[in-house]
Nanobody, 121 residues
Framework: QVQLVESGGGLVQAGGSLRLSCAAS????????MGWYRQAPGKQRDLVVT???????NYADSVKGRFTISRDNAKNVVYLQMNSLKPEDTAVYYC???????????????WGQGTQVTVSS
C-alpha cells in the first residue's frame, strides 16, 4: 500500500504564512512528479504547483511569488510554503504524487486525504 499524508493546515489571518508537508510511505520504488492541488467549497480541484524530481516547478498564476514548493527526495516528502495568504486561498489542499511500486508495475497517481487551510480576513 502507498499512503500520502498531509499535515500543516490550519487557520491563519490574511497576510500570514503556513507550511504544508506531505509524506509518501509504503511500497515505493520511485516517485516522479509531486504536487499540490486545492479545492474550495463548490469548486473543482485546481492545480497549485507541481515539482519534478529535478526540481522543475509549475505554479498557478494565482500563487506565483507567494507560494514555494520543495521536496526531499531521500525522505519522499514534499513541502508547500505559503506566504502572504489571502482569504481566496481558503480550500482543502491535496498532495499528489506519481509513484511506481515495483519494476513490474506502472506509474500510478496517488492522492492524500487533504488538509484544510482557512484564511480569515
Amino acid at each position: 500500500q502507498v499512503q500520502l499524508v498531509e499535515s500543516g493546515g490550519g487557520l491563519v489571518q490574511a497576510g500570514g504564512s503556513l507550511r504544508l508537508s506531505c509524506a509518501a510511505s509504503g511500497s515505493i520504488l520511485s516517485i516522479n512528479a509531486m504536487g499540490w492541488y486545492r479545492q474550495a467549497p463548490g469548486k473543482q480541484r485546481d492545480l497549485v504547483v507541481t515539482i519534478t524530481t529535478d526540481g522543475i516547478t509549475n505554479y498557478a498564476d494565482s500563487v506565483k511569488g507567494r507560494f514555494t514548493i520543495s521536496r526531499d527526495n531521500a525522505k519522499n516528502v514534499v513541502y508547500l510554503q505559503m506566504n502572504s495568504l489571502k482569504p481566496e486561498d481558503t480550500a482543502v489542499y491535496y498532495c499528489s504524487a506519481y509513484i511506481r511500486k515495483s519494476l513490474v508495475s506502472s506509474w500510478s497517481r496517488y492522492w492524500g486525504q487533504g488538509t484544510q487551510v482557512t484564511v480569515s480576513s
